[in-house]
């Protein structure tokens, strides 16, 4: 499963993150998965929860956010979001596309727990 090599990125991510904060446990975390990032959010949580087993982010919840394909248009400057995979321009049907977003996968936040945190 593709999915499983970048929950392992991913987790390298997330203990740096946590040894940087002090933090002894990752809560949650969320992703933007671009549509064209080439990853399905659902497998991404099914690796997620596979791979976390043991880590500091036993029991943190993996929340992918879908981020659609949004492109610009060399010939008339038009932008617009890509629907169906049918890359033509909207406005002036010509086919060469700029892609603005969509194409990869970003952490956009990530819960922590510090020992500050942890009830008395
Ligand atoms: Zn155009």
């Known amino acids: 499963m593709h999915e499983m090599s970048l929950v392992a990125g991913l987790f390298e991510i997330l203990e740096e ?3 940087e904060h002090g933090a002894r446990r990752v809560t949650a975390v969320r992703l933007r998965v671009g549509r064209l990032a080439g990853a399905v959010p659902e497998l991404l949580v099914t690796a997620f929860d596979m791979y976390k087993k ?3 982010a036993e029991e943190a919840a993996l ?3 879908p981020v659609p394909v949004l492109v610009r248009c060399r ?6 979001e890509v ?3 049918v890359f033509q321009c909207v406005a002036c049907g010509a086919p060469d596309l700029e892609i603005l977003s969509g194409t990869d996968m970003l952490v956009e936040s990530i819960e922590l727990e510090t020992d500050e945190d942890a009830s008395l």
Do not use: H, M, S
């Not at 010939?75 to 617009?80: I, S, T, Y």
């Open 63 to 65: 929340i992918t956010v």
């Open 75 to 80: 010939a008339c400057d038009e932008k617009f």
């Open 83 to 85: 629907d169906d995979y």
């Open 17 to 19: 993150k946590a040894r």
């Open 54 to 56: 043991g880590t500091l």
